[in-house]
């Protein structure tokens, strides 16, 4: 067996001396030169051949990064550039083949139940509920796997079942429940047990509008403001990435190619928009539309 191929250093991303940290002290997050491969992907009965070859497709190479304490930062990029896999391996959910990951001071890898016990972790596709149980009963399964009594978990969802508006969907089982409904229903566990660090992947897909504005304000004004709550979520809605982030990284084919604040990115990019910076700086032509039009 051959190991997975080493990266050069040859961006800001795949070098493990070019670390970039947040100038706030006690990191909520730290991610050093992390790095994932995977093996090909085969169909018949070359699959039995899958366990056993090298990995050799990189989704992440060498990404290095901190997230504060009570620090918003957004993973950019597009579809494949790495956010899911990054947030996998945070979450514990994903081994990464070199490199570590620290949630609070532990790591992903050597303390997969510490690091579980102090994050919520939203999926953007794969939402993990069980489909013949009602979302209170999936809703207390879940706050009992994060040591919460009875009436925590009662009370907790009361109050945001009510904020996201959930109702009589809660006494549903979840497999009669639609796809918004799901996702609204996973913010909430997401939300139960007020852990410190929340991971949290396209948390507005499948909301209507009316539903992902409302999750964006109570988001950044009843759990990260004030609470020291971190945040670190992937997002392809430009202006949810304004309104919630602090910093944006910016991801491409698993690297991470910048790092800042909105307004830094845009003066680095000479752009207008959000936009206009995720074009310029992965290199793509900007659509007219764009360039004439800026956010």
């Not at 690297?255 to 604040?261: E, K, N, Q, R, V």
Request: hydrophobic share 40%; net charge positive; proline share 6%.
């Amino acid at each position: 067996m051959h190991a997975a191929p080493n990266t050069a250093c040859d961006g800001l991303s795949n070098c493990s001396r070019q670390v970039i940290k947040s100038s706030v002290s006690a990191p909520a997050i730290v991610i050093d030169s992390l790095e994932k491969w995977f093996p090909p992907t085969y169909s018949g009965w070359r699959a039995l051949l899958q366990p056993f070859t090298a990995p050799n497709s990189p989704a992440l190479r060498g990404i290095s990064l901190e997230v504060a304490e009570g620090e918003a930062v957004a993973l950019l990029g597009a579809n494949g550039a790495g956010k899911t896999t990054l947030l996998r391996v945070l979450a514990t959910l994903l081994l990464p083949t070199r490199g570590s990951a620290q949630v609070e001071g532990y790591d992903a890898v050597s303390n997969p139940a510490a690091v579980r016990r102090r994050i919520g972790y939203h999926a953007g596709r794969d939402l993990g509920f069980y489909s013949r149980l009602t979302g209170r009963q999936n809703l207390r399964f879940f706050g009992r796997l994060n040591h919460l009594s009875d009436h925590t978990i009662e009370e907790r969802t009361r109050a945001l079942g009510e904020r996201f508006q959930l109702g009589e969907a809660l006494d549903r089982q979840t497999r009669s429940l639609s796809s918004g409904t799901i996702q609204r229903l996973s913010l909430l566990r997401a939300l139960l047990h007020q852990p410190k660090v929340l991971l949290l992947d396209e948390p507005t897909r499948s909301l209507d509008a009316i539903a992902a504005l409302e999750f964006r304000r109570f988001l950044k004004t009843e759990v990260l403001a004030g609470h020291g709550t971190s945040l670190l979520f992937a997002s392809h809605s430009l202006p949810e990435i304004e309104l919630l982030a602090d910093r944006v990284a910016i991801l491409q084919e698993g690297a991470l190619i910048a790092l800042d604040t909105p307004a830094g990115l845009k003066a680095k990019a000479g752009a207008s928009s959000l936009e206009q910076v995720f074009f310029r700086l992965t290199g793509r032509p900007v659509p007219p539309d764009v360039e004439a039009h800026p956010a």
